[in-house]
Nanobody, 119 residues
Framework: QVQLVESGGGLVQAGGSLRLSCAAS????????MGWYRQAPGKQRELVAAITSGGSTNYADSVKGRFTISRDNAKNTVYLQMNSLKPEDTAVYYC?????????????WGQGTLVTVSS
């Protein structure tokens, strides 16, 4: 059993910053790519940013230059630093990871953390 637990969401004014964290725990042999997705009300879930085990990153065009994804492999944790937040960044943010456990490969999702940006 593998779990992802997110933290760091909340309410912030436009132009402000938040840092999301997502820690993986359980029966983990290794973790491949980790990423952050978001889903705004009435919209489909979309990729925000992803990072490979080697540190290669990619971002949605809408967040390039404002958000930074990073990871601590020793802690099985991924972070999302969000700066210059806009009201359109308001969404539930979900952590995702490809986890190799001793007997299987799993795609795991966190429970989500709400980010609200006020204008």
């Amino acid at each position: 059993q593998v779990q992802l637990v997110e933290s760091g969401g909340g309410l912030v004014q436009a132009g402000g910053s938040l840092r999301l964290s997502c820690a993986a725990s359980g029966s983990i042999f290794s973790i491949n790519a980790m990423g952050w997705y978001r889903q705004a009300p009435g919209k489909q879930r979309e990729l925000v940013a992803a990072i490979t085990s080697g540190g290669s990153t990619n971002y949605a065009d809408s967040v390039k230059g404002r958000f930074t994804i990073s990871r601590d492999n020793a802690k099985n944790t991924v972070y999302l630093q969000m700066n210059s937040l806009k009201p359109e960044d308001t969404a539930v943010y979900y952590c995702n990871a490809g986890v190799l456990s001793p007997d299987r490969y799993l795609e795991v999702w966190g429970q989500g953390t709400l980010v609200t940006v006020s204008s």
